[in-house]
C-alpha cells in the first residue's frame, strides 16, 4: 500500500510532529533531573537500605515489565483451519449500503481435529449456515458476536477431510466505521461512493480497501495475512457498470432487468486482505505485456489521460521480471482509479487500486509525476502478493520491497542522481519520524497494525534494502531476491526467510547486518572527522555517539572517495568499533575527501565542512546528490560568497534537481538579479529550454518576480503552453505583474478551464483586480477541484467572500463548513478551518467553529482548531 502523499499534509504532520518532539523532550527532561541533594549525614546507611527496597523494587518493575511484553506480544495468527477456496455471490443494496451476500468456503482443518470453525465476519446480519454435500445442506448452528461467527460442526474434521459451509448473509459496511491510520484513513472494508447520484459531478462506484484485515467486513473470511484460497466473485451490478475483480473474468450473464451478473474466477491462491472489487462506471484502456493483459480504469472521458499516467507500466513489467527472474506471478494486470480513496494505492492481487489524484486528462497527464506509486504496487505483486508477510510485525518484508521499487525504477529509466537524491529523501522522512518514535523494523508490540503502516515499515525498510544491495552487490542481492521468491512463492514469510535466502546465495553469515537493522532500533550517529595533516595519508576517524544503551553498535562499510584531477578514486572500510581510525594511505597528495559521497548510508552525522569544502564539492563531484547536497548546505548557510560562484553553474547542471532547487533559491532571495546580472539569461534559457517542464515552470516564477513587464509576452505565450505546470506559471507571473497588462477577455477565455493551475490563477486575478460579480465562478470551482488544487483555493474562495459578503456569504460559510465537517482528507479539513477564520467577526462562525472543533476526530487537528479557537478569544 502506498501512503497518502501530499504536501499540505505533510507540512502540517511535520508541525505536529516538531511539537509533540518538544513535549516528549520535557517529559524525558523531567526523568532524569537529578535528585535534589539530601542534608542527610549518615548517607551510608541510608544507601544502603535504599539498594535493598531499589533492588526488590527493580526486580519487581523488570517482572511486570517482562509480564507486560508476554501479553502483549502480537504473534501471526495461529491456524486451526485452512481455508482452500471462497465462493461469493454478490449483490449490492446500493440505497442502503448493505451487501447481500452468499459464501461457500472449502475449508480443512489445519493439523488437529477440529469441530467449530471460527470465520471473521465483522457487523453481518446472518441467514442460514449451512454445511454443503453432493447431495444435500445441513443446517448448522452458529454463534455470532458481531465480530466472528462460531459455526458447529455437525462432527470433527481431521486435516484429510475437506467440507464445505455456506453462509447467507447481509454486511454492513458502515457499521461501526471509524478513524484508521495514517496510511488508511477508514475501515469499512468497502466503501459506496455516491450510491444513489445525489452528489454533482461525482460519479456512483463500490471499491474496497481489505489491508489490513478489512475484508471481513464485506465477506466472511479468516482474515490474517497468513492465509490463502483461490476464489470465484459473482457480482450482480448495473448493466451500465464495469466491474473489476482479481484473477479473470470468466463469464458475463445479462439478468433481463437492468443488472448483469459477471463471474471472476482467481484460480491462483493469495491471502483475504488483497481480495478486491470496483464497480462503476469506468472507461478502461487496455494494452499487454507479453501474454499478461494489462488494463487501465479511469473515469469515462479520462482514458487518453490514463493511457499516459499509466504508460510505463508494460516496460516496468519487463524490467521487473528481469531483475527478478520470476516472470509476472499472476493472470492479468488492472490498475484502477477511483473517487474518496483511503490511502495512495493499494497493491490488490491482480487490481490495484489508486487514488483520484491519478485521474487525470490528456492535457494534465503531460506532467504526470505517479511513476513511483505505480511501480511501488507493481512491485507488491511479487513482494506482498506472491510472498506475503505471515504477519503485521513482518510488514515491512512487504513494504520495504515496494519502497526499493521506486528507488529501482527511477535508477532505471531516470537516472541515478534522481534515484539518489529520492533515497535522501525516504532518509529524511524517517529521520522525521525518529523524532517521536524509533522502534524496531520487526516489531511484535505493536498496539494497532495499522500502527505498522509507518517510515519504519516503508522508508526505513527501502534503505535497508539498498544497504544490504550495496553491501553485497548487485549480482548475489537479486539472485537472492529470485531464490527468495522462487522459494517462497504463494507463501508466507517471515523475516529470517529474508536472511536465509541471502546468506545461501551470497554463502555469508548476515545476523549481524539482520539483527541490528530489522531486528533492533536506531541507526548509527556519526561524529566524523578528517585529518588533512599528511596529505598522502589522510588520516579519518568515525565514532559511534548513539546510546548504546538503547541502540547497537553498529557494523557497516564506509566508502570513502576523492578526486585526482576529474579521475575519481575510492576505498571501503568497515567500521566495527565505537571509535575507529582509518588511513586511507592516498599516495597522491590530497586536501579533500568525501564520505559516503553516494548517500548510501542510514547514519546521522556531523562533520566540519567548510563552505570553501562545499563550493569544491558542488563543483568536482561526479555525484548529482553530492552536488545537490554542496547547494542545499550552503543555501541553507548562506554562503553569499561561494553562491556567487555556485548559482550560475547550479543552473546549468545535467540533474534537474539541482537546476530546480536553485530556482527556488532565486525565487525566495530576488537580490541576486543585481548581484549576478547574467543570471537572467541563464533563466530565461531554462524558461525556454529546459527538457522539464518542472524546471521550465520554475524559471518563469523567477522571471516573473524578477522581470513581470519586460517578460510579459513571453508569459502571454507561455499561458497558452500545453503544460498545466509551464501555462499556470506564466498566467501567475501574468497576473503579479505591478501593471499588469492582462485584459479580462484573455481572463475570461480561461476561466472556464478546471485545471488547478490555471483557476487559482484566475482567481488571484478576480482578487487583486477587485472584479465582483464572480461568485457562481467560485462556488462552481469549489464543488469541482478536490485534492491539492482544492487546499490552494480554499482561501482565495474564503478571501472572495469576505470582501463580497451580498455575493452568497452564507452559501460559502456551510459549504466550508461541510468540508470542515465531512471531507475524508484531514489536510482539506484544516485548510477549511483556515478559510472560515476568515469570517471570524461574525459570532455565528466561531459557534460553528467551535461544534466542529469539538467533533474533530484526529487529535492533532482538534488542538490546531482549538489551538486559534483560543487565539481569537484573546
Ligand atoms: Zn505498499
Known sequence: MSQNPSSPKRNLMFLFRFCLAALVGLAVYSCKAPKSVSDNTDIQAVDQQAEETSQSGDQSAIRMQKEKEIKSYQPSARKDFDILHTNLDLEFDWENQIVIGKARIQAKPYFSAEKVLVLDAKDFELGAISLITADSAQKLSYRYDEKQISVFLPREFTSRDTFEVEINYK??????????SAAITDTKGLYFIDPMDTIPNKPTMIWTQGETEHNSKWFPTIDKPNERFTHSIRLTVPESMVSV?????????????????????????????????????????????????????????????????FENTPKMVAFFEKKLGVPFPWQKYDQIVVRDFVSGAMENTTASIFMEELRLNEREAIDSEWDYIIAHELFHQWFGDLVTTESWANLTLNEAFANYSEYLWNEHHYSHDQAALKLVAEMEGYFAESEQKQVNLIRFDYQDSEDMFDAHSYNKGGVILHMLRKYLGDEVFFRSLNEYLKKHAFQSVEVHDLRLAFEKVSGEDLNWFFNQWFLSKGHPELSIEVDYSEPE??????????????F??????????????????????????????????????IDLVYIDEGKNLLAR???????????????????????????????????????MEVLPLALKDSFWS??????????????????????????????????????????????????????????????????????GSALMAMIQGEENSIDAEFIESLAGNQNFRIVIPVAEYYLKDKVAGKGEWFETNLTRLTGEGLYYFLGYYSEYFVRLPEEGKSQAVSKLLSILQNNTKDYLRMGAFQALLGFSEDPEVIKMLEKAAEKENVTELRTYFNYFLEMLKE
Open 552 to 589: 547497537p553498535l553498529f557494523q557497516f562499510p564506509l566508502q570513502v572517495s576523492w578526486y585526482e584531477g576529474k579521475e575519481c578514486k575510492s576505498k571501503q572500510f568497515m567500521v566495527t568499533e565505537g571509535e575507529q581510525f582509518f588511513a586511507l594511505e592516498n599516495g597522491v597528495p
Open 658 to 727: 539541482i537546476r530546480e532547487n536553485a530556482l527556488g533559491h532565486l525565487q525566495s532571495d530576488p537580490e541576486w538579479k543585481t548581484k549576478i546580472p547574467s543570471l537572467e539569461e541563464l533563466v530565461y534559457d531554462l524558461v525556454e529550454n529546459d527538457p522539464r517542464n518542472s524546471v521550465r515552470s520554475a524559471a518563469i516564477d523567477v522571471l516573473g518576480i524578477w522581470e513581470p513587464e519586460k517578460y510579459a509576452p513571453t508569459f502571454r505565450r507561455l499561458a497558452n503552453n500545453p503544460s498545466y505546470l509551464i501555462a
Open 605 to 643: 552525522r556531523t562533520q566540519n565542512i567548510s563552505n570553501s569544502q562545499f563550493l569544491r564539492q558542488f563543483k568536482e563531484s561526479h555525484l548529482g546528490v553530492a552536488r545537490y547536497e554542496a547547494l542545499d548546505s550552503l543555501v541553507s548557510r548562506e554562503a553569499k560568497e561561494e553562491l
Open 537 to 550: 595519508n589522510i588520516l579519518i576517524s568515525i565514532t559511534q555517539l548513539q546510546d548504546l544503551t538503547e
Open 171 to 180: 454486511a454492513f459496511p458502515e457499521r461501526n466505521s471509524g478513524e484508521g
Open 245 to 309: 475483480s482479481n484473477g479473470i473474468l470468466v463469464k458475463q450473464e445479462n439478468l433481463g432487468n437492468g443488472s448483469r451478473k459477471d463471474y471472476w474466477e482467481m484460480n491462483l491462491p493469495h491471502a483475504p486482505y488483497l481480495v478486491a472489487i470496483a464497480v462503476g462506471n469506468f472507461g478502461k484502456v487496455e494494452t499487454t505485456h507479453g501474454d499478461v493483459p494489462l488494463g487501465y480504469y479511469v473515469e469515462k472521458g479520462f482514458e487518453k489521460g490514463a493511457s499516459k499516467v
